[in-house]
């Protein structure tokens, strides 16, 4: 018997209910002409929601680390262009109380699931989080983090499955799926999936789109970059907009086999 | 740009067409009563092939290790009363020429991936194989023991993924479906999926075959038992023929919304 | 050919040099009392640093958090009874520069070392410091981890081996030595060991500090209880000082096999 | 409390005693010449018994798989020549008979440890047997394996520890001495450990040799070649013969360090 969700709702958008929502954008922000490119892209082509790095978190000190505070502007300029709400990364609890305008919900990477002082922080607004699992973290402690958030009262958490590593080398990580069902069937939070990270192979990332809505995944978070080979970041397993155009029409169907549907750009619903 | 899988037929059934296969039945074979009122259930369902261990490897040399030759009659009865091609594992190169006759499909089971003496013997057969992942096989070693396979001309070799050894353990293995798209792009192999093994816990093996036949997998192969509480091996993961049914019955739509559909019975197709 | 290791001086002890430190302590600061007695028994046993929790990390919210602020003035008064440096870790950015004066040697911990925000805040310190490799980091990233640590013209950085997460359950982790040994013939870094949180289980202890010793590192760091089964955290890795006494002395012979010797206490060089 | 080892004797040679045993020689058989150079050598350095492929199990098909019954005559000349016993690898439970006057002990390898058809078939001779650990084997797997080695009355099984497949990569597998601590503890066999295949990095195999005497093993197996470069299989990873003089000359001062000795060659004791 599958516990029930307990839907989270953010500007419109509800994650966790019947509707499938689709967070896409580049992984990082690098201008606003490259980043409203993109949100008008896959906004057009069916994402709800964007996302976009202002901090990077990047395992070797001399690559790019994120347009940091320069990109606050962008993001408010791309939201209001667009309607479209938008999730950044936290990698420091003193950028809470900056980003907390800024941003529609707070990501926490896989690479600070970990790190309570910032869960304290972030659990402490009640703001919408986007949890990303650890790396390594086991399912069990990756719904204990998820406690940390909780524990102010807050029951905006959405959890997302984005791969662990493995011996495997073939992808860069190695995507759970059955971790989304096992936490769809024990625990009340949303969980959407990010196949980007998880496999990090173009080509891979369609497939793994249909199948996280066909196991009950409440959504998908994708990197998306008008043109991948130029990306400061993760250029690798960039989707160009046409790509992620061409996966979100064979989702559809696969949504209604499951007998959910994509969610509508909350711009659409509201005559914002 | 995904190669093209080139089918391998049995018996009236093609792995890797547009026909979805789903292989069912026992993880060992006990008894006659016992095999054949699984058989029926599963046939009835939508099962187009059958699975039954008739030589099990068991980690504790003191479990249950199969009925052995013992198992040969049972298997043709059930196949002539079924009409249903049935798979069974070698543990041994000794068995092959034994079970040449019995089985319809040779298989090759996550322990004996790499047991190289066993393909060389198997392969000299050119019978259809199927050969399951190795539990810490990286993709490209188990497309090599593929190679092993086909070094004597066969091309019947049909894979399937069945779970890797990480660090989770909410699931009994990880089950790797990034790995099933990456064959399918990368490779001519048809390749099925293992959910029953792959997680482990009957709740997620549903979800897990959605998932599965979304993101392109040619089939599935599954333990279903009667009275799974009673089954002398991997009784916790057995799935009961109504709940086979149910996910079956879930599986027609996903199949539709991905332009494929369920592999009839073989029997249902040659007036046998 | 071995990479020369460039030693880091702390208060009269010199890690990577022909001497081999012993850090011995509780995994938390409880007490006054508890800390005092734990630093007398394992300086008069051998140990050369401390080591003590004053913030913990732990991943259910409902287990003991630290003392925090409260255990400063323990710290204080233990550092000046015993004669000897003490390390402990950081969580968080904002404790940079309340701690600076606290301890002598920042402990950056294995599920903060891609905690790229609080590595660019010690850094700036140039602060002796302590960095765990994550418990799945590789070890090219492990050693980008301490470039950021170096960033800032920082040399005072050791590295610590604690135990990579695997499939294997019977330990709590599983000890990599090899990367301690990959670590010397690869990088300045001095590096050490702590068997206690790689293997978990207090009989295993003893026998990883002699191979730790043996293969090369530069030291060990160890949980020490003087009452293990009340304590407040990690009761069931603690040594008790008896078994502590006995690894030290089985630990010299090894010692002098490879050409080294145990650091004393600094306290016992300089008159203080 | 450790449990107390039974030792296993072979050839006037004793594992589990308080002799620590070298076993040294090629990963393939190669020619009269090749085996013959490296067996004198690295006897003349302080080896007790030797190593030598006869069957290989190779990941690619392509690959060398060794001499096969061409290299019985080999095997048993080096014997005579240098008095010393020889351990190799069956692939097949048919090479049980024919190996069984050759060699003086059983191996089997790392891939075929969940192999049981083998595993019975060579318990029922009862002749001493090298079990090494399987790539992706928990210790409680390993130890069940070796239960269907004494399954028959077979006393004489040697365990070997070889490395398990991890996410690190600049080591070809992760060496877990930790795992040869708990069976010293918890089991009565004899273990020793591979640091050939454990690390696969030659300048890291002196290293690991030393930790595996410190922390408890009954001894070593270790992969040389007098001309590593030209070797047919596993060349990395070979060490030269003078190499292998200079590893066992600081193995010395460890063993007396942890009060053991290194095993003569039995030629040595027998006066032949």
């Known amino acids: 018997m599958q516990v029930e969700t307990r839907p989270v709702s953010i500007a419109g958008l509800r994650f966790g209910g019947p509707e499938f929502v689709v967070i896409a954008g580049p992984c ?13 892209a896959v906004k057009s082509s069916g994402a709800a929601m964007l996302r976009g790095g202002i901090y990077k978190l990047r395992t ?52 600070n699931m970990h790190n309570y002082s910032l869960l304290k922080e972030v659990a402490a ?40 590593r493995t011996f495997e080398s073939v992808t860069r990580n190695t995507l759970d799926l059955s971790a989304v069902s096992y936490v769809k069937h024990n625990s009340r939070f949303p969980v959407i999936v990010d196949p980007s990270h998880g496999v990090g192979v173009p080509e891979l990332i369609g497939p793994m789109c249909l199948a996280a809505a066909a196991c009950g995944a409440d959504g998908l978070i994708l ?24 996966i979100i029409e064979k989702l559809r169907p696969v949504l209604s086999a499951v007998k959910r549907s994509l969610a509508m750009p909350p711009a659409y619903c509201a005559a914002s």
């Not at 990082?28 to 008008?40: C, H, N």
């Not at 791309?78 to 950044?88: A, F, H, K, N, W």
């Open 223 to 246: 990197e998306v970059h008008h043109c991948p080979e130029r990306a400061l970041s993760d250029a690798q397993q960039a989707l160009t907009p046409e790509e992620f155009g061409e």
């Open 125 to 164: 607004t009640r703001k919408p989080t986007l949890l990303k699992r650890g790396i390594s973290a086991k399912v069990e402690e990756w719904l204990l983090a998820a406690e940390y958030l909780c524990a102010e009262g807050n029951n905006n958490v959405i959890l997302c499955e984005r791969g662990i």
């Open 60 to 111: 070797d000190p001399r690559s790019f680390q994120g347009l940091g505070s320069a990109a606050f502007d962008i993001v408010r300029k791309v939201r209001d262009e667009t309607g479209l709400p938008i999730v950044s990364e936290l990698t420091d609890p003193r950028q809470v109380a900056e980003l907390y305008d800024v941003v529609d919900v707070f990501q926490i990477g896989a690479r």
């Open 28 to 40: 990082a922000i690098e201008s606003l002409a490259q980043f409203s490119t993109v949100a008008r």
